[in-house]
């Protein structure tokens, strides 16, 4: 059963506008790939689907190869088991799938809980959620496996993802790919967990004060002996203080050190990512990088990591220009 009366009527919207479909009332989501209802679950061919409409909103479905977004899901569940899916799929309750307003059916995508640290990986064969701002409706076992059940809605992180064919066979068939629980500093690059220390600077040693060496003095000349000239030692001067070696300067901060978010094809999606971090965008040939800094240090950096991990971006690193 979907968690709350909102997830519900999202999904309850999803069966009705299939079964208004050709009515004129609420169009339809184009069916994709799939399979007829009661038929072999197949993932060719992949189809976008035409613009749709559900609550007087215009979806556009895009097939967007980059596809990596922060926001809310959902799940539904029993009371749904058996409802066609918007790709002509019967739904599964107990299978790893997902809904979604836009990607291609079928696609698959990676969703990290980001209360928990879960991520899995499913299969989107139906249109979803409509209700509110989320960005993904999970089948009832996808929401058990990443620990959000009982919550019913939790922040999540969607990544398009492209599994072997094996994995999309296993998905196909009912199972469920290895999950994995991630933690910021598993995640961090070793120079980030150790960073090497800066070269100290090199300070010479004062110089010891030279002594001058002094005769002893000679005897008295007994009477009636003619002193021998014996020369006398130059007066004693004390040595001048030595000069005090110059201080090292201090290694100036090398500013250099950035956190990389992430490098998107599409302009529109890295400003909007760079948005919701306060990070920057710059472009390198056709991709636009999206980075966090710059940091005086690896060390300073990991602040922008932890940050960026937070949010939901994972695959954030620390690097140097």
Not at 169 to 174: E, K, N, P, Q, Y
Not at 275 to 293: F, K, N
Request: charged residues 20%.
């Amino acid at each position: 059963m979907r968690s709350g009366a909102s997830g519900a009527a999202s999904a309850a919207v999803v069966t009705l506008a299939m079964l208004l479909a050709g009515c004129g009332s609420t169009p339809r989501p184009t069916a994709g790939a799939g399979r007829p209802i009661g038929g072999k679950v197949v993932d060719y061919p992949v189809k976008v689907g035409a613009p749709y409409q559900v609550g007087g909103i215009t979806y556009m479905p895009v097939d967007d190869p980059d596809y990596d977004m922060v926001g809310m899901a959902s799940w539904y569940g029993g009371e749904f088991g058996g409802s066609p899916t918007a790709n002509g799929e019967r739904f599964d309750p107990g299978r790893m799938s997902a809904a979604h307003k836009t990607l291609p059916l079928p696609s698959y995508v990676e969703v990290t809980a980001l209360d928990t640290g879960r991520t899995v990986t499913v299969r989107v064969n139906d249109r979803g959620p409509f209700a509110g701002n989320r960005v993904i409706d999970l089948s009832q076992a996808a929401a058990r496996a990443l620990g959000i059940e009982r919550s019913g809605t939790a922040r999540v992180r969607v990544r398009r993802v492209y599994p072997s064919e094996r994995d999309r066979a296993a998905l196909r068939g009912g199972g469920q790919l290895a999950m994995r629980t991630d933690s910021v500093p598993a995640r961090l690059p070793a120079t980030a967990r150790a960073p090497t220390p800066p070269p100290q600077p090199q300070v010479r040693p004062l110089p010891q004060p030279y002594r001058v060496p002094t005769s002893a003095p000679a005897p008295a000349p007994q009477q009636g002996q003619v002193p021998i000239g014996i020369p006398m030692p130059a007066p004693y001067s004390a040595p001048s203080k030595p000069e005090a070696a110059p201080a090292a300067a201090p290694l100036p901060a090398s500013g250099s050190w950035f956190v990389q978010v992430g490098a998107f094809s599409s302009l529109e999606r890295a400003a909007t990512i760079a948005g919701q971090l306060g990070a920057r965008v710059s472009d390198v040939g056709a991709l636009h990088r999206v980075r966090l800094g710059p940091y005086a240090s690896a060390d300073a950096a990991r602040d922008g990591v932890a940050k960026a991990s937070a949010a939901g971006y994972a695959d954030a690193r620390i690097v140097q220009d």
